[in-house]
Every structure is written in C-alpha cells, then in structure tokens.
C-alpha cells in the first residue's frame, strides 16, 4: 500500500470559507473601482481623439476651402486671361480690318479712275458703313473681303477683259497670311510662316518683273502654303488651348488629391494615438496579469492577455489604424474577466499556501522531518521523512473546481507497530497515521481533508485515526 499514491480532496472551514468570501468580495470592488478608473481614462482619450478629430476635420475645411479659393482664383485668373485674349484678338482683328479698308479704298479710288464712277458709288457708300460699324469696335468678319472682292470684279486687264491685278493679289494674299498668323501665328508655326513670307517674296519679284507666267505658277503653291499654315496655326492654338486646359484640371485635381491625402494621413494619425492612448491605459494592468499568471501556473490566461497586447503593439507598429482599434477593444473586455480569473488563481494560491502551512505543523507534529518543498506555480511539493526512513512526498494542488487536493507519494512506509504509555502495543498504518495527520488541518477555522483513498482500495475501508494520548515513538516493525 505505500508505494500507491493516495488522494484526498480538501474542503475549507466555514470560517475560513467567510473569511475568503469577504477577500473575494473586496477584490471585485477593487476590480470595479479599477474599472471605473480605465472608464474614466479611456473617456478622456476618446475625448482627446474626439478633439483631435474636430481639429483634423477643421484643418481639412480650411485646406479644402484654401483649395476652393485657389481655384476660384486661377478661374478668374483664366477668365480675364480669356477676356485679354479675346480683346486682344478683337483689337488685332479690328486692326486687320482697318488695314484693309484702307487697301479697299484704294482700290476704290483706283476703279473710279479708271472710269467706273457709277459702280464705285456704291462701294464708298459700302465702306463708310464697314467704317462706321469699325469704328465702334464692331468686328466685320468676311465684309472687307466680300468688299474688296467687289472692287477688284472693276478693273480691266490690259487686254480688256477682266482679271486679277498682281499688286491686289500680293495684297490679299499678305492680308490672309496677317490673318491667319496673328500675334502668335510664327511662333505657333515658325517653318511655315516662314514659307508663306518667302513664297510671297518670290511672287512679288515675279510681279515686278512683269513674268506673269511666273507669277501664275507660283501662286497656286502661294495659296496651298497660306492654307497649310492656317490649318497648322489653327491647329496649334486648339492643342496650346486643351493642353492649359488640361494643366489647370491636372493642377486642380492633384490639390484635390493633396487635401484627400492629407485629410486621410490625419485621420491615420488620430485614430494611431487614440489606439496607443487607450494601449496605455490598460497595458500596465494586461501586463500584470500575464505575468502573474503565468507565474500561478496559468499559462493559458498569460498567453491569452500576452497576445491581445502584442496585438495591440504589432497592429501600431504596422501603422494600421483600424486593426490597432480593434485589437485595443479586445483587450479592454478581456482585462475584467482576466483580472477576475487571476483573482481566483491568488485565492486559490493562498489557500494552497495555507493548506501547506497546515500540513506542515500537522506532520512536524507527528514526528515528521520537513525536508523542503517546491512551488511549483499551480500545485506546492513538499518533503518529509519519518524516524524509520520513510519518505512522504506530498504535493498540494487544486482541482477542476478550485478544491484543494492532498497527493502523497510514500515510499519505504510498512506498517509500523506505536507503544501506548502501558506498553500497549497498537497496529498502526500509513492510512491511519494520514488520517491523524488530517484531523490536525484546522477544522471549521481551516481544512477539512475527505477520504483518503488509493487505487486498489478496497471499497468502504476506512482505517481510524491513532488516539491522540498515544505516545510516539518510531521502531521498525
């Protein structure tokens, strides 16, 4: 029988059971108190976000309305830089207008000489008006032209019938090209305005060499080269016009996009402090927890409570603001229940530690040498030997349920025979000896041991203990 380990469950004392009632209930208002304090912390840090917030998303007001005024302001920038261009270009039209109402009325003049009195009547009646709607800033478009057409039908070629005279032709032809060239027309296209200009000089040395052949030849290719150059200038003010256009969209857009990313790297930020402040709240007491439990035995609790902070730490680290929030909450509603559970742990540590001073005085009272013992977090070992040389290791632990448990391993323990004062001798075993030993443990105020038992006992066994006026003295059997 000594060699089987033996078991007994362990009941506390009513007593002792009030008075750690009354611990327990003294540490869950402490727990509540504490609750209320990180309550009260975290309330404030979510208000600071709050303010953080506010202040993030009056920034962005004040950057969104900076951009809005930005942009209103390169708008009627744009607009008057429209309405310049638009009024230089009415000023460089009216001057080409009254350029060639200039050139009309010399031709004009130049027909009523010839003798075309009657007709050229008409024409200066039609030029007073072009003049008159000129003068009051009045754009006329295609009339000098429509004009100018009509004078030029007058005059006679020298053969007598009607054609075009070469200095009316050059003086056309150097109308379109001013035309179509503008104030910005070489610059726009520099090889082809300078094309025209030196195609217009070869047709005006041919003029004025009288080689009309000449002359004619190279008017056609005058006439493709002046066409050419409108389209290419024309087709260059509309590329120059979508690329500013373009530019300003490209601008406005990436001050838009500048305010997003900016408003959104704030809300980063007050989202990453507000995570970190609430860490801070609770992180001295999860840390706590984990370190005690562990040092309990209770690795489960600790590796639970150690992880939900290193989640909490690892989702900051990666800057990840909404993992870090939701970490953080997981672990302020683990930490009650954590800190309730370790709650139980120390109370169930203590009165471990009070079974094992118990049982200590109960042994060393029955003659047992304590030869040492452990704390091994979750259970006490303990050591004794007895005058025969017997071994008692006993370790005390705690159950499913939190009762404490008595495990003793024995070895070297046979029977042994005890003298009474009368030299009485009385049969004594190892299970009555425990027996005597439990009977020591405190009663009401302390433990109160159940049966003993072993595998291989043999049912509704159970030795008595040794009378307590039995003198001890320890003899082989």
């Not at 053969?159 to 179509?180: I, K, Q, Y």
């Not at 989202?271 to 999860?286: G, I, K, S």
């Not at 929030?325 to 229940?337: F, I, M």
């Not at 024995?410 to 030299?423: F, I, M, Q, S």
Request: charged share 35%; glycine share 8%; hydrophobic share 40%.
């Amino acid at each position: 029988m000594s060699g089987s380990p033996k078991y007994s469950s362990v009941r506390v004392g009513a007593r002792y059971a009030e008075r750690e009632a009354a611990e327990r209930r003294r540490r869950a208002e402490e727990r509540r108190a504490r609750e209320r304090r990180r309550a009260a912390e975290r309330a404030r840090a979510a208000q600071a976000a709050a303010a953080r917030r506010e202040r993030a998303r009056a920034e962005a007001q004040r950057r969104r309305d900076e951009v809005a005024r930005r942009e209103a302001e390169l708008a009627a920038r744009r607009r008057a830089d429209q309405e310049a261009g638009v009024a230089r270009a009415r000023a460089d039209q009216l001057g080409v207008d009254e350029r060639g109402l200039d050139e009309v009325r010399e031709l004009i003049a130049s027909a009523r000489r010839s003798g075309h009195r009657a007709e050229t009547d008409a024409l200066e009646r039609r030029l007073a008006e072009l003049r008159e709607r000129a003068g009051r800033g009045e754009p006329l478009g295609d009339a000098v032209e429509e004009l100018r057409g009509r004078v030029v039908s007058l005059r006679p070629a020298a053969t007598g019938s009607r054609t075009d005279d070469p200095a009316v032709v050059l003086a056309e032809l150097e109308h379109r090209l001013s035309v179509v060239a503008g104030p910005d027309g070489a610059a726009l296209d520099a090889e082809g305005h300078r094309r025209c200009t030196d195609l217009l000089d070869r047709l005006r040395a041919a003029a004025g060499q009288g080689g009309q052949v000449r002359f004619e030849a190279l008017l056609g290719t005058v006439e493709h080269a002046l066409a050419r150059h409108a389209a290419t200038v024309g087709e260059a003010r509309g590329a120059a016009e979508r690329e500013s256009r373009a530019a300003r969209e490209r601008e406005a857009a990436e001050a838009r996009e500048r305010e997003r990313a900016e408003a959104a790297r704030a809300a980063l930020e007050s989202a990453l402090a507000e995570a970190a402040e609430r860490l801070d709240v609770v992180r001295p007491a999860a840390e706590g927890v984990a370190e005690a439990a562990a040092d309990l035995g209770d690795q489960d609790l600790a590796h639970e409570i150690g992880d939900a902070v290193r989640a909490v730490v690892e989702a900051l680290t990666a800057r990840s603001a909404d993992e870090a929030l939701d970490a953080v909450a997981v672990l302020e509603g683990r930490l009650p229940d954590a800190e309730r559970r370790l709650d139980e742990l120390e109370l169930a540590y203590q009165r471990r530690r009070d079974l094992v001073a118990a049982l200590q005085d109960a042994m060393t009272g029955e003659g047992f040498a304590f030869d040492g013992g452990e704390d091994q977090g979750g259970s006490f070992r303990l050591h004794f030997t007895r005058p025969t040389g017997a071994s008692y290791e006993t370790t005390v632990a705690t159950d499913d349920d939190g009762a404490p448990v008595l495990v003793y391993h024995v070895a070297g323990e046979p029977d042994v025979t005890l003298y009474a004062p009368r030299d009485e001798a009385v049969c004594d075993t190892t299970e009555a000896l425990l027996e005597r030993v439990h009977e020591a443990l405190g009663g009401d105020d302390g433990f109160i041991p159940g049966e003993l038992t072993w595998d291989g006992k043999p049912p509704g066994r159970r030795a008595e203990p040794l009378p307590r006026e039995t003198y001890r003295t320890w003899t082989n059997p």
